[in-house]
């Protein structure tokens, strides 16, 4: 059973940082896509960044939504995802989700399609405000 805990929200101040983890557990293929997505209340959830994690990190996928500013990467000793948010806005105000996919086919490319995407953790809350 896959199962995805998120941790490292907290309210921030515009201009500043966070970084989100993601710890996994019970994915057992190498080739496994993972991402992680927000959520506003009364909006869909939006795709922000993916991993192909059987690229060894090279693999990466951002929203355009984000311009930059964020970064994810992997630690596959210790079976982590992890989020760097950098320059926040007040609109990257949300509650923030790891997910996860490991169906067929799976590639650089499958990882970018947002609603294949089948595990999910409980979230975890960003607030950026003044």
């Known amino acids: 059973q896959v199962q995805l805990v998120e941790s490292g929200g907290d309210s921030v101040q515009p201009g500043g940082s966070l970084r989100l983890s993601c710890t996994s557990s019970?994915?057992?293929?190498?080739?496994?896509?993972m991402a992680w997505f927000r959520q506003v209340p009364g909006k869909e959830r939006e795709g922000v960044a993916a991993?192909?994690?059987?690229?060894?990190?090279?693999?990466?996928h951002y929203a355009s939504s984000i311009k930059g500013r964020f970064t994810i990467s992997q630690d596959n000793v210790n079976s982590t995802l992890y989020l760097q948010l950098d320059s926040l806005e007040p609109e990257d105000t949300a509650m923030y989700y790891c997910?996860?996919?490991?169906?067929?086919?799976?590639?650089?490319?499958?990882?970018?399609?947002?609603?294949?995407?089948?595990?999910w953790g409980q979230g975890t809350q960003v607030t950026v405000s003044s």
């Open positions: 019970g994915i057992t293929s190498r080739a496994v896509c």
């Open positions: 991993i192909y994690t059987a690229a060894g990190g090279g693999n990466t």
């Open positions: 997910a996860a996919y490991d169906g067929s086919p799976i590639n650089a490319f499958t990882c970018r399609i947002w609603s294949w995407y089948s595990y």
